[in-house]
Structures are given as C-alpha cells and as structure tokens.
C-alpha cells in the first residue's frame, strides 16, 4: 500500500506563491505516475497536473499552465507543487494521487489515481 501526505498548505495573498510537498511511504515512488488535484467547497475535485514516473511528462490543466509547475524527487519519495501567481480562485483543498502505470492518469480523471492524501488547505486571500 503507498500511503502520500501532503504538507505545504496555508493563507497567501493574492499573487503570492506555495510549494506543496507530496511525501510517499509503504512502496518505490517511482513505480508510480503522481498527480495533483484540488477541491473547492461545492465543487467537484479537479485534476490540475500530473506527472510520469521517471519525470520526463508533465500535464497541466489550462488554468494554471504557465503559473504551477510540477516535479518530483523519486530519491526523496517525494512529489512537488510550486505554485506562482496564485489567485483566489485557487483557494482549494489540495491532494495529490498515485496511479498505476497502465492507468488512464494522464488526463487527470479522479477514478484513474488508486492512491489518495488527506489533503491540504490552500487559502488565497488578501
């Protein structure tokens, strides 16, 4: 069983940046395509970027190309989030995921990641 948390969460202004930890446990990381994924309230949780096993592919939702960027450390068993320009709009409870590698993770559909985090809570906010 790979267990993820997630870590990094808090309050920043508009504008402002975060980097959000994914640290893994229980199996090699690098087995393993990552995702991130986010949850407002009322809202369905979203897909917003993904990642490979080795790191070479990266996918990101159209909202936050350009501003996020994804990257993991498979020697840390440890995925990452940099967030640039945040908006409030991002405000979100965020998890990251693991897939099987034969999974459909690529397009960051919910039921393609088996392994989930408990989340943290991201808050833009002036």
């Known amino acids: 069983q790979l267990q993820l948390v997630e870590s990094g969460g808090g309050l920043v202004q508009p504008g402002g940046s975060l980097k959000l930890s994914c640290a893994t446990s229980?199996?090699?990381?690098?087995?393993?395509?990552v995702g991130w994924f986010r949850q407002a309230p009322g809202k369905e949780r979203e897909g917003i970027s993904c990642i490979s096993t080795s790191g070479d592919s990266t996918n990101y939702m159209d909202s936050v190309k350009g501003r996020f960027t994804i990257s993991r450390d498979n020697a840390k068993n440890t995925v990452y989030l940099q967030m640039n320009d945040l908006k409030p709009e991002d405000t979100a409870v965020y998890y990251c995921a693991a897939a099987e590698r034969l999974a459909n993770w690529w397009h960051l559909i919910v039921p393609g990641y088996k392994y989930w985090g408990q989340g943290t809570q991201v808050v833009v906010a002036s």
């Open positions: 229980g199996l090699p990381l690098d087995n393993y395509p």
